[in-house]
């Protein structure tokens, strides 16, 4: 007498909006061999997250029993709600559940079946499945097996070892180093123009809440392979445009390795030689001072030199597989009274509120991100236009805000509440200083951008260290951000006065394990259109 077949059932739902645009997913494997037999997904309208992964777990029940109905199975879930209720220890007292609930008990015997709880990075498979529903009911379609990518992208996550954490993350030149310590030990060490053409994401999906790659590197590059081990802990849906392309937003690709970045560590006292041959006057560009324009460096100074470490060749885009990224979904804040003012506003004056006009920037910023479906958390500075900016996004998406007072903007001292054009009359001395060096605070007690910076890098580290694999949004201001981006590039100080940053503009970076850093967006504006 043969004992019956065992399988297992993955299976997930998601809702961008909760509830709201709603599919759910569902795998069944082979519990010895780990072979996927049969997928299941499907968009399933305006539906509430609950509902929708109910309906995954009906959808993997029934699917598991058409192959082998004498099956036993194990389903894992990363919903709570769900196994705990069909394991019998929590009651259900939703009028939605209870026929759900029902129906997936009659599926099989109780005593074929066994649930177990599994963390979000676990589940996947069917996570990406309940995503591809969801981008397809978005263009008025069902999933088609057909067009589905989620069991590659599953297998090369189980497939992939991300290295250990090591060092500061989103730091250039530390993750470059690494990157060229890696590579010559699996590679020997390259030689000079070797480098390879960075390749295309394609992300995996995660029930309506995160991003993270899945490139597929161009033919002949180092990197090539077809599908990314990078899919890890909380790999979300890439998203469409309107007509099915994919847009590449938030997407993470790999990351370049290369030896010729400049310092960018958060200590500007290892950075403020670069400024030493650069003049700066006045100007009208985008400012890293809250919302004043500030002064620009002039076109016809020389860009200071990359820093070449020796012994060293630059390192193209064939690193090693770096694991699945933190993404920071960078927002600022929408406007206040002093934004169209150019004014100085930082977190020493009077914590203006969003205007008019930064309330609606800040429900079509919220409408925008509930319709990608990629975030998991949300981040904010204290002061409250943030809060305000990040209470609209929780709103449409489900979530909680966390206070970070880490991502708070400068203190300008005696300058809040000025124009540039003020502070030059009043404090010229005070202002040619700050604008030649990092390390100048503001007058009368204001914040250096090189405080600033070691304050942004130490909360930088620690949100990439509790978010690994996740897309958290960072409701935040001009001078968090511009930072995040700088170091992300390993650029000078200088360039913070050559970023232009919007209100209620989105930024992303992505943070691997190895250090290394991707700036994947910039002021994108397009939601405000």
């Known amino acids: 007498m043969t004992s019956a077949r065992e399988l297992v059932v993955e299976a997930d739902g998601g809702s961008r909006g909760n509830p709201g645009p709603a599919g759910y997913g569902a795998v069944v494997l082979d519990a010895v061999t780990g072979e996927t037999l049969a997928e299941a997904a499907e968009y399933i309208g305006v539906a509430t997250n609950n509902v929708a992964e109910y309906k995954g777990l009906v959808a993997g029940l029934k ?3 058409e192959l082998f109905p004498d099956a036993t199975v194990h389903v894992r879930m990363d919903s709570k709600l769900v196994v705990e209720q069909m394991s019998g220890r929590w009651k259900i007292k939703h009028p939605d559940m209870k026929p759900l609930a029902a129906e997936a008990g009659r599926v099989f015997p109780a005593g074929r079946v066994r649930y177990e709880w599994i963390p979000r990075e676990r589940n996947k498979h069917a996570d990406r499945l309940a995503n591809e529903a969801m981008d397809a009911g978005r263009l008025g379609r069902q999933w088609e097996p057909s067009g589905s990518t989620a069991s590659l992208d599953a297998s090369a996550a189980r497939n992939a070892a991300a290295p250990p954490p090591s060092g500061p993350p989103g730091d250039a030149r530390a993750g470059a180093a690494r990157a060229r310590a890696a590579l010559s030990g ?44 990078r899919t890890g802990a909380g790999a979300g849906a890439r998203p469409t445009t309107d007509d099915g392309t994919d847009d590449g937003l938030f997407a993470a690709e790999d990351a370049t390795a290369t030896s010729s970045t400049p310092v ?16 700066h006057e006045p100007g009208t560009t985008a400012t890293a001072s809250g919302t004043a324009t500030t002064g620009a460096t002039r076109a016809d100074a020389p860009a200071p030199a990359p820093v070449q470490p020796q012994g060293t060749a630059p390192q193209g885009w064939s690193g090693p597989d770096m694991g699945a990224p933190a993404t920071f979904v960078l927002l600022r804040h929408g406007e206040t009274a002093l934004t169209p003012e150019k004014r100085f506003s930082g977190s020493g004056g009077s914590d203006p509120e969003l205007s008019a006009a930064g309330l609606r920037q800040a429900e079509a910023v919220a409408a925008a991100l509930a319709a990608r479906g990629t975030i998991q958390e949300i981040v904010s500075s204290p ?5 305000q900016t990040a209470a609209a996004v929780a709103a449409r998406l489900g979530l909680d805000v966390r206070i970070e007072q880490g991502l708070r903007e400068t203190d300008f001292g005696a300058w809040e509440g000025l124009t540039f054009g003020e502070v030059r009359e009043r404090y010229p001395e005070d202002l040619d200083a700050w604008l030649a060096s990092p390390k100048a605070a503001p007058t009368g007690g204001g914040e250096s951008f090189a405080t600033v910076a070691r304050r942004v890098a130490a909360t930088r580290d620690r949100l990439t260290a509790a978010h690994a694999g996740r897309t958290v949004l960072l409701v935040t201001h001009v001078t968090p951000i511009k930072t995040l981006v700088r170091l992300a590039l ?40």
Do not use: K, W
């Not at 960018?264 to 003049?279: K, N, P, R």
């Not at 002061?383 to 809060?387: E, F, K, Q, V, Y």
């Open 264 to 279: 960018a560590s958060g200590d500007f006292e290892a950075e403020a030689g670069v400024l030493a041959s650069t003049d």
């Open 490 to 529: 390993g650029a000078p100080p200088e360039s913070l006065f050559r970023m232009e940053l919007s209100a209620a503009s989105i930024s992303a970076v992505a943070y691997y394990a190895d250090g290394n850093a991707s700036v994947r967006l910039l002021n994108d504006t397009s939601h405000l259109r």
């Open 63 to 65: 699917t598991a029993r």
């Open 186 to 229: 699996t590679a020997g060490t390259p030689t000079a123009g070797t480098a390879g053409a960075p390749s295309t994401g394609t992300p995996a999906g995660t029930s309506g809440t995160s991003t993270a790659g899945t490139p597929a590197g161009p033919s002949g590059s180092p990197s090539a392979r077809t599908s990314d081990a």
């Open 383 to 387: 002061l409250t236009r943030c809060r």
